[in-house]
C-alpha cells in the first residue's frame, strides 16, 4: 500500500469518525420541545385540527398535556397499563383520570378508552429483567410495549398522530421514549408526535393542576418492582 493511500483511508476514518461523533452529539443534544414547538407552528399554519391518540400512563401526568395540546388537536386518551400492579392502584389510576376529564374545564372534553388490563403482557416483555433498576431496560421493554400498543391503536382507529404522556416525569427519558415513537410511526404507518413534556414547566404545571383537581398523586412509577423499591 502507498503511504497515500494509507493517508487517504485513515482520512476517510477519521471523516466517518468526526460524522458519527457529530450524530452522537446531534441525538444527545435534541431538543424535543424544540420538535414539538415546530409541528405545532405547522399544524397551526394549516389551519387545521388533527385527531392524535394521547397514551395515558396516569392522570397527573395527562393535566399539563391536555391543557397544552388541546388547542391543537381532537384528543382520545387511551389508558393501555398492563405494568400497574396491584389491580387496584390500576383502577385508581383510572378513576382518577375519569374524574379528572369530567371536571376538566375545557369545551371538548376528550373521549377515554380503556384497554383491557392483562399484566401477562408486561410480565411477558420484562421476563429476565425484573431487577433491573428503574431507568434501565427493563423500563426501555415497559415504554416499548406501551408505545407499540398506542400507535397499533391509533392506526386501527384511522387518527393522524399518536404520543404518550411519559416524557413529562422527570425520571423519564425523553430520548429512549421518542426513539421508540419513530420505531412505531414507521411500523404502524401513523405520525408520532415527538415531545418532552417537561419541558417549558411541564412537570411543575402538571403538580399544580393536580392541587387544583384535587388528584391523587401516587408515590411509585407503577410495576411491583417500582412499588417494592420506592423510598
Ligand atoms: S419502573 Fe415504571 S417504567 Fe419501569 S418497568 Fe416499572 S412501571 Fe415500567
Redesign the pocket.
Known sequence: MYPYQIFDKTKRKLVKTVTFACKEMFIQAMNYQLVLDKTLEEIKSENKKPTLLLHVCCAPCSTYVLEYLSDYFTIALYYY?P???PKEEYDKRLWTLVKFVRELKSKIRPIIEEANYDPSE?YRN?KG?EN?K???S??K???ALRLEEAARKAAEKSLDYFTTT?SISPL?NAQLINDLGAVYENKYGVRYLYADFKKKGGYKRSIELSKQYGLYRQD???????MK?KR
Open positions: 397499563n405494568n400497574i400492579f408486561f420484562i429483567l433491573e428503574e431507568g434501565g427493563r423500563c421493554k415497559c415504554y411519559l423519564k411509585y412509577c407503577g410495576c411491583e418492582f417500582s423499591n
